[in-house]
């Protein structure tokens, strides 16, 4: 079983940045790709942005491309990173990590079967 704890969540104001950290523990974490989705209130929960185990070119939602950067630390035991920039009000949602191997499309979420607990990003105007 695999444990995803989110944190870095906040409040910040427009034109601001955050960054978010997932971290895995539980079972040997090795060969997960790696996903942050987000959910605002009243709307469905969104892709953000996914990486693959393997590396290669990160894949975005267009809402975020040139402004939010997904990576991982593989020397530590942090799963996940999301450094997000120019944050804009549209951004706020709770955020969450989410892992899974043999991820065929990045952004479908129910490839993924762990998922963390969510952090909150609040952005002001």
């Known amino acids: 079983q695999v444990q995803l704890v989110e944190s870095g969540g906040g409040l910040v104001q427009a034109g601001g940045s955050l960054r978010l950290s997932c971290a895995a523990s539980?079972?040997?974490?090795?060969?997960?790709?790696m996903a942050w989705f987000r959910q605002a209130p009243g709307k469905e929960r969104e892709f953000v942005a996914g990486?693959?185990?393997?590396?290669?070119?990160?894949?975005y939602a267009d809402s975020v491309k040139g402004r939010f950067t997904i990576s991982r630390d593989y020397a530590k035991n942090t799963a996940a990173l999301l450094q997000m920039g120019s944050l804009k009000p549209e951004d706020t949602a709770v955020y969450y990590c989410?892992?899974?191997?043999?991820?065929?499309?990045?952004?479908?979420?129910?490839?993924?079967?762990?998922w963390g607990q969510g952090t909150q990003v609040t952005v002001s105007s």
């Open positions: 990486i693959r185990w393997s590396g290669g070119t990160p894949a």
């Open positions: 989410a892992a899974g191997h043999q991820i065929s499309n990045l952004g479908v979420q129910n490839q993924y079967p762990y």
């Open positions: 539980g079972r040997t974490f090795s060969g997960y790709t």
